[in-house]
């Protein structure tokens, strides 16, 4: 099925210009407004950011009331970059255009993901190494495991260790890549959590944002 353009949930900090932008992508079988809870906790420690919400641009397999990035139907580790890479001309578009508006610079940028949408996050930020200064990935994977690490984008993993539908392997494998790639990545795995947007993991979350500092910026300072 053709895809539509996909409409925007927008926050905007309730004064001033925006210092940071939060992009952030369902799930498989979701809508933007099931990002809303996450945005709310990030909005009250991150007041000054700008909040998009994106929906995913087809119609769900399983029901046109919600969406998906692509589908899952004769998916498998030779087609799932493949099919990804569809996508992401339009996702590249829409945040270019956005931290133009903005005013914004990639490296005030992150990008967030949930399970499909985790995906996309980051193969996007592989393919376009520097679109965005961090990628926080919830609960999902590569299409395929990176040849490189980026050299401009800092990636977050964070996983439940009882998720079924995306096993919390994949992010370990993820990590264990970039570390010998020496790319700049952390990984958090909550225990007794499924695959969910769990309180956990977004405390997780806050906390990277608050207190990780990029590889490359100790590396300048050397």
Not at 45 to 69: I, N, S, V
Not at 128 to 143: I, P, Q, T
Request: hydrophobic residues 45%; aromatic residues 6%; neutral net charge.
């Amino acid at each position: 099925m053709e895809a539509s353009r996909p409409p925007v949930i927008e926050l905007l900090p309730e004064q001033g210009a925006p210092r940071q932008l939060f992009v952030m992508l369902h799930g498989m079988g979701q809508t933007a407004s099931s990002m809303l809870p996450m945005a709310l906790v990030l909005r009250h420690y991150f007041p000054a950011a700008a909040m998009l919400l994106p929906e995913a641009p087809h119609p769900y397999d399983k029901g046109p009331q919600t969406r998906q990035w692509f589908s899952r139907a004769g998916v498998d580790d030779s087609n799932r970059r493949e099919r990804v890479a569809l996508v992401l001309p339009d996702l590249l578009e829409l945040i270019r255009r956005e931290q133009d508006r903005l005013k914004l610079l990639p490296p005030d940028t992150a990008l967030i993901g949930f399970s499909q949408g985790a995906i996309v996050a980051l193969e996007l930020c592989a393919a376009h190494d520097g679109l965005a200064g961090r990628v926080l990935a919830f609960s999902g994977r590569y299409a395929r495991l990176p040849d490189r690490a980026p050299e401009f984008t800092t990636l977050h993993f964070f996983h439940g260790q009882d998720d079924r539908l995306m096993p919390a392997s994949h992010s370990e494998e993820a990590y264990a890549r970039l570390a010998a790639l020496q790319g700049d990545a952390t990984l958090d795995i909550a225990a007794a959590v499924g695959h969910e947007l769990h309180p956990a993991l977004i405390d997780r979350a806050v906390h990277r944002l608050q207190t990780c500092i990029p590889l490359r910026t100790w590396k300048r300072a050397l």
